[in-house]
């Protein structure tokens, strides 16, 4: 049972362009929904992060949209950089026996063509 | 500032060995979890702690134990390995821990991951 699901493995993207990644989750109890960057043979890193009460977060290039009724949300990257090339993320966090647990999705592997 | 240090990096085994992935983290971080990744399922919870002499399964955790005995450490071993154990495996730290206090959004703090092969 996937809770969290990116449904796009990958997305190509042109420099200078938006990047629009996408996300759709399953359970109404998550309390925040971040977006992780993985490059090769590194750890992922924590790139952004919303609360269940906000529909939008913004840090520099990077805005993460909540659409609650939809149970969906999306990471828009503008401009789009060679660097932001990467699989990204999606998790949702929910209280779960005192700790704070994230679930992920299945990454969605963003290539920036020059 | 180290973080969160995993080792080793890569190991091959054969089915039935057991081994030790060692996992340590320099940030007083009561919350320690143990992920997998695997192509096309993300990043799986195996086991998890939130505090020393606390742990927890996670989605996956057959096959693999774990212990906490200190803050700072949180192996994971597999007691009998089997070619469906081969992945790359993610220790991750946070600041939340039962003591509710610190992030509450969860954020974890990964290591490098260790590819672990079982022929």
């Known amino acids: 049972d996937q809770q969290v699901k990116q449904n796009s493995p990958s997305l190509s993207v042109q420099e200078g362009r938006i990047s629009i990644l996408n996300c759709d989750y399953t359970n109404s109890m998550f309390d925040y929904f971040l977006w992780y960057k993985k490059y090769p043979a590194e750890g992922p890193t924590f790139l952004i992060s919303i609360s269940s009460i906000k529909d939008k977060n913004e840090d520099g290039r990077f805005t993460v949209f909540l659409n609650k009724s939809a149970k969906h949300l999306s990471l828009h990257i503008v401009p789009s950089q060679p660097g932001d090339s990467a699989v990204y993320f999606c998790a949702a966090s929910a209280k779960r026996q005192g700790a704070q647990k994230l679930v992920f999705g299945q990454g969605t592997r963003l290539t920036i063509n020059p | 500032n180290a973080g969160v240090t995993q080792t080793p990096k890569f190991q091959v085994l054969k089915t039935g060995q057991s081994m030790t992935l060692q996992c340590a983290q320099d940030m007083n971080h009561e919350y320690m979890s143990w992920y997998r990744q695997d192509p096309g399922m993300g990043l799986r919870l195996i086991h998890y702690s939130v505090g020393a002499g606390i742990t927890d399964q996670g989605e996956v955790p057959n096959g693999y134990n774990v212990s906490r005995s200190t803050t700072e450490d949180f192996p994971l071993r597999l007691l009998s390995a089997a070619p469906s154990q081969t992945s790359v495996y993610f220790c991750?730290?946070?600041?939340?821990?039962?003591?509710?206090?610190?992030?509450?959004?969860?954020?974890?703090?990964f290591g490098e991951g260790s590819r672990l092969t079982v022929l």
């Open positions: 991750a730290s946070s600041y939340f821990g039962l003591a509710g206090t610190g992030d509450p959004t969860g954020e974890l703090f």
